[in-house]
């Protein structure tokens, strides 16, 4: 049985191909993110003044599904398959790996599998908005099926759903940093206990006006 990527390309794809640049660089930093890791890859910039190219390296947050690179594996990464703000790439292959074996390590996802991933995902949402009658869903949907696709069921769609907010607002609770950020910043002057210039110089008028009156 032919993959989703295959029978997609077979026919009108069911999302518009991905343009993709490929890198190499060294991973600096794992195991700190949920499935990302920091990857630095050696690029250079152009200097006018000394008409020379200097090194400038850059540091890419990359996406690892599987968590199968570590700290010092040389690693290849692609654009094309964001996933938040910041993460706009993802391992597809380990070039070079440093400590412990590829062999003993998760399998990193090949990019035909991200393709089908990302497919499956597409269609768990067209799923919930056909449900809400969005014509570019029940379109894709039909595409789909005319290609030979699976459709997963309302009730597949609601339960991935259903664990992906759950996860959310686990990893929110149990990240202080991304918890507090989300809070305003009058909220976090309450919780301190700290009053702002405008409340400690009311209050010292109201202190003064007693004095005088008194």
Excluded at 38 to 49: D, G, L, P, S, Y
Excluded at 75 to 95: C, M
Aim: with cysteine; net charge positive.
């Amino acid at each position: 049985m032919a993959s989703i990527a295959t029978k997609a390309i077979a026919g009108k794809p069911i999302l518009p191909p991905c343009f993709t640049s490929q890198k190499v660089g060294v991973v600096v930093s794992a195991g700190k993110m949920a499935r990302a890791v920091r990857v630095r890859v050696a690029e250079h910039e152009w200097n006018k003044k000394f008409r020379k190219h200097f090194p400038a390296p850059k540091t890419y947050i990359a996406r690892d599904p599987n968590n199968s690179v570590v700290e010092g594996d040389i690693v290849r990464i692609t654009s094309g398959y964001r996933t938040s703000k910041v993460i706009r790439h993802v391992v597809t292959s380990i070039v070079a790996p440093f400590g412990e074996p590829v062999e003993n390590r998760p399998p990193v996802l090949t990019q035909a599998q991200l393709d089908e991933q990302r497919i499956k995902e597409r269609l768990l949402k067209d799923v919930r908005s056909a449900e809400r009658g969005r014509q570019a869903s029940i379109q894709r949907l039909a595409l789909a099926r005319k290609q030979g696709l699976t459709i997963p069921t309302l009730a597949e769609a609601m339960e991935g759903m259903r664990i992906h907010t759950e996860a959310e607002k686990a990893r929110a609770e149990a990240h202080g940093g991304q918890a507090g950020q989300q809070k305003t910043a009058k909220e976090r002057r309450l919780e301190q206990g700290k009053k702002t210039k405008a409340e400690v110089k009311a209050e010292s008028k109201v202190k003064n006006a007693r004095k005088q009156t008194a």
